[in-house]
């Protein structure tokens, strides 16, 4: 009598156990979706897998081909020539004169905008039901938490703490040097070279505030 109660309870234990986990393994294989936190302090939750991804800045772009994803970006902005399968995406206008017809046609999983798109055009993009990732990072550690962000919003989050780390072990090293160092260098910032087109002390990459976004030493990989 005691066996047959013991392993009648223990096949009701059983069964409701089986049908718990299988609820709740169909429940995140029927959502699939992420939910991040974007530098605007959105939420945003798109396709944990995205297919179809625009980029709305030369810098994203780099950021997004770092971590294997130039297959799956089917538009880009002006100036979007790194890694160089970039050249063959679908443009979809200026970094501050982004199509927004373009955008929505390409049907894209996420968008990965950037401040300087201006909060009309991204506002207008999230309007149409969009899954718009903003960054806006203004130093190097912002950088790193925006590719970081990235990650996590496109499934490649593991690439990208391992892209952080490298990172970091390089711009330590270097801080290392110079720290023990008695002479410092003085660096041109050349934006272009065809005209030249140096930053001074008043221009963007100078100045301090987001310095270093479009240097393409940074995402050499």
């Known amino acids: 009598m005691f066996k047959s109660k013991f392993w009648y309870i223990f096949l009701v234990l059983l069964t409701t156990s089986q049908l718990l986990f299988g609820c709740v393994g169909h429940a995140a ?5 992420v939910t991040v936190t974007d530098d605007y302090g959105v939420q945003v939750s798109a396709p944990s897998q995205p297919q179809r991804i625009v980029s709305l800045s030369p ?9 294997g994803l130039i297959d799956q970006v089917v538009g880009v902005t002006d100036y979007s020539n790194y890694p160089t399968e970039a ?8 970094y501050t004169e982004i199509n927004s017809e373009k955008v929505v046609a390409l049907n894209p ?3 990965i ?14 309007g149409l039901g969009l899954n718009v990732v903003v960054l806006n990072p203004t130093d190097i550690e912002g950088i790193l938490k925006d590719i970081v962000l990235v990650g996590k919003a496109t499934g490649t989050e593991d690439k990208a703490n391992s892209l952080v780390d490298s990172m970091s072990d390089r711009i330590n090293s270097i801080k290392e040097k110079v720290a023990t160092s008695s002479t410092k260098p003085t660096v041109a910032h050349v934006v ?13 990459p100078g100045s301090g505030n987001k310095c270093c976004r ?6 050499q990989y």
Do not use: M
């Open 192 to 204: 272009s070279y065809d005209p030249i087109y140096v930053a001074g002390k008043k221009h963007l």
């Open 29 to 33: 294989a029927s959502d699939g979706n």
């Open 87 to 94: 050249a063959t995406k679908t443009n979809v206008g200026g």
């Open 214 to 219: 479009w240097q393409k030493c940074i995402f």
């Open 113 to 126: 905008a950037d401040s300087g798109n201006g909060n009309e055009t991204i506002d207008y993009l999230r």
């Open 109 to 111: 999983d996420i968008v």
């Open 59 to 67: 810098s994203n772009t780099e950021i997004l081909g770092a971590l």
